[in-house]
């Protein structure tokens, strides 16, 4: 029997349900010529409901994400085959020292607890990490790939 191909559209507590224990991530942002830059990012859900990254503030992610907030995240399951979804939102960078807190909430809402927070803290102002936070604004149906459902009979 071939797999078939599935597109849930979810309201947003389902949505978010389906996001917090996904962490793997296609972060869409567009270069200043339009076209976009995407990057793999491990990604959480920090208590407001954002979509949040760790970057540095050099990077394309960060650098187009400032220029234009306008940005997508496609979420996907551990497993290759399992379902994803695309997050389309508004991005707000954040930097040292303002990005630490944020950075501790990152990191517990893919992690948990980290044995020592003062030595975290310490080691995310010393790498001068940054933190991308995304306002989800919309998102697609939560799919899975296979064959389109009109062929499932052929």
Not at 37 to 60: F, L
Request: hydrophobic share 35%; proline share 8%.
């Amino acid at each position: 029997m071939p797999r078939i191909a599935t597109a849930e559209r979810v309201e947003r507590s389902t949505l978010l349900e389906f996001l917090r224990p996904r962490h793997r991530g296609l972060l869409i942002t567009a270069r200043s010529d339009g076209r976009p830059q995407t990057s793999p990012v491990t990604c959480g859900i920090d208590t407001e409901a954002r979509i949040v990254v760790s970057t540095y503030p050099d990077r394309a992610k960060a650098r187009n994400a400032r220029r234009d907030p306008r940005v997508s995240m496609c979420v996907l399951s551990d497993d290759w085959d399992g379902p994803y979804v695309q997050v389309d939102g508004h991005a707000e960078v954040l930097d040292m020292p303002d990005a630490l807190d944020g950075l501790v909430e990152y990191f517990r809402c893919i992690s948990g607890e980290h044995p020592d927070w003062d030595e975290y803290r310490a080691a995310m102002a010393k790498q001068n990490k940054s933190l991308i936070r995304i306002e989800i604004e919309q998102w697609g149906p939560i799919a899975t790939g296979g064959f389109p459902p009109r062929l499932a009979d052929s």
